[in-house]
């Protein structure tokens, strides 16, 4: 049977049998009438599969501008060098593409966000002194001066869900602010010498189980999520070096939860309470396998490392 425009028109919708965020995609269960001639007036079950297309790069240039295809853009939150919109490309309809601005953006953001080929290194606690920390220090603090102005009060305190002297929990500035199967919240914490997994020690368990616990609360009272549904994970590396916690729908399936790469909170307390009461720490101790885009402004000194390992 081809379905055209007018027979598209007859489909009944029932209800929404799955959606995901990722592929931007909703799945309906429906009915369409019959359409064999010995059963007229008799309805036939439907799934119907609807599916944003993917951006044409052609139209990259007609974006913006007076005549551009973005009839409608506004402003849903900033913070020193991160802007994000949401935009429109007609009147009367939901909104269709948010925009995220980095400006200035540095080499470091634009590498960050080119196309990367992956390499997995094994960074032990030898190289991770050598190279790594050395790396992480040499960044400026205005590299994370939004983060600052989050935590000081200065930015986005609309939009903060949690507050203690310890963390805060916001909504990241990738989710949509709408959708509940792609919810997507971070936990920055106030302490400054967390900057990386690897800072952390057994007397950082109570602050772990607090942001799990806060976060458990604060997605029940808003949202109305229960026990275990929520995804809480740690990135190593980070996107920027002031320790945070990604918080998101259980069934969400989205970028930057690579094997390697997402180290689970839950995990992450439990190695931290195997540790003994002085000594070296778990991730001081322990050798971190994980991907490394070619852009990376480790992978040079990595890739030779691994190279002369072999």
């Not at 849903?76 to 601005?101: C, H, M, P, Q, S």
């Not at 470091?108 to 050598?130: F, G, W």
């Not at 936990?187 to 900057?195: E, K, L, S, Y």
Request: hydrophobic share 40%; charged share 25%; proline share 5%.
């Amino acid at each position: 049977m081809s379905y055209q425009l007018p027979v598209l028109n007859d489909f009944s919708f029932e209800k929404v049998i799955n959606e995901d965020p990722l592929t931007h995609s909703l799945i309906l269960l429906g009915t369409f009438p019959s359409p064999d001639d010995q059963n007229l007036g008799e309805k036939v079950k439907a799934i119907v599969r609807i599916e944003k297309t993917a951006l044409d790069p052609g139209d990259a240039p007609r974006f913006f501008g007076e005549t551009g295809l973005i009839n409608r853009a506004v402003v849903e939150g900033a913070t020193d060098i991160y802007t994000w919109f949401f935009g429109w490309l007609a009147d009367d309809r939901e909104r269709d593409v948010k925009i995220n601005i980095i400006c200035p953006a540095t080499d470091v953001h634009i590498r960050k966000y080119m196309k990367q080929e992956q390499v997995i290194v094994h960074e032990t606690p030898a190289l991770y002194e050598e190279h790594v920390k050395p790396y992480i220090s040499s960044f400026p603090a205005s590299r994370t001066k939004w983060v600052d102005d989050i935590l000081l009060g200065l930015s986005e305190q609309s939009k903060v869900l949690y507050s203690s002297p310890e963390f805060l929990i916001l909504p990241d500035m990738k989710w949509d602010l709408k959708t509940i199967t792609s919810l997507y919240l971070v936990a920055i914490v106030q302490d400054r010498t967390i900057r990386s997994l690897r800072d952390l020690r057994k007397n950082h368990v109570g602050l772990l189980k607090s942001i799990r616990r806060e976060a458990t609360h604060v997605v029940k009272e808003r949202w109305g999520l229960g026990n275990g549904s929520l995804r809480m994970y740690i990135h190593y590396q980070p996107s920027y070096y002031h320790f945070h916690v990604h918080i998101v729908n259980a069934n969400f399936q989205g970028f930057g939860m690579n094997v390697g790469q997402s180290h689970i909170l839950d995990d992450v307390t439990s190695l931290l309470e195997l540790d003994p009461d002085d000594g070296p720490g778990i991730f001081e101790r322990m050798t971190l396998t994980y991907g490394l885009g070619d852009q990376h402004g480790l992978y040079e000194v990595m890739r030779q490392s691994h190279d002369g390992a072999v």
